[in-house]
């Protein structure tokens, strides 16, 4: 019998086991998120309505880093199912306006103790403490910016 080669170990790797539990919490997000008529592009945008209490349709079109073609698409959905509403901007006659409706407010805090659940089934295999320590992590390796990253030689640019 031959043995095997001993090769060295590159150092511990986030990103595969990021990308699983990534898949993981998707798939079972979508899945508590359907009865709702919701999906997780549903869900971003009327976090970012609820949170900035309204917003230009432009201007979302511009955090969500979506084609104002798309955002249109995405705003006729929600606006069909009574989550928000667009209207004329009292000071730009040309701008539309979007916001939340009452509906659309219960709706998404209804999705949001969906998905805590969800969140809570996943990674149950963590203790609260360490739960809130993965959240720092996340949030400290998502808050550099693009830019940030960029000009300290991160990322390619």
């Known amino acids: 019998m031959t043995s095997l080669p001993v090769v060295n170990q ?4 986030c990103g595969a086991l990021l990308d699983h539990l990534s898949r993981r919490m998707r798939l079972r997000s979508e899945t508590v998120l ?3 008529g919701l999906r997780p592009r ?20 511009k955090i969500l880093q979506m084609d104002g073609t798309n955002v249109v698409g995405l705003l006729n959905e929600l606006e069909a199912a009574n989550l928000v509403e667009r209207r004329r901007s009292t000071v730009d006659r040309r701008r539309h306006v979007v916001e939340l409706t ?3 407010a ?14 809570d089934e996943v ?3 963590l203790s609260v403490e360490q739960r809130e320590t993965l959240y720092e992590l996340l949030h400290q390796a998502t808050s550099k ?13």
């Open 10 to 13: 590159p150092p511990h790797r």
């Open 42 to 61: 549903h869900l971003i945008a009327l976090t970012v309505l609820r949170d900035m209490r309204g917003s230009s349709q432009q201007d979302l079109a």
């Open 145 to 157: 910016t693009d830019a940030e990253a960029c000009a300290e030689g991160i990322t390619n640019c």
């Open 123 to 125: 990674l149950s295999g």
């Open 34 to 36: 359907a009865p709702l």
């Open 102 to 104: 009452d509906v659309g």
């Open 106 to 119: 219960k709706q998404l805090a209804k999705a949001e103790f969906a998905l805590a659940a969800v969140e």
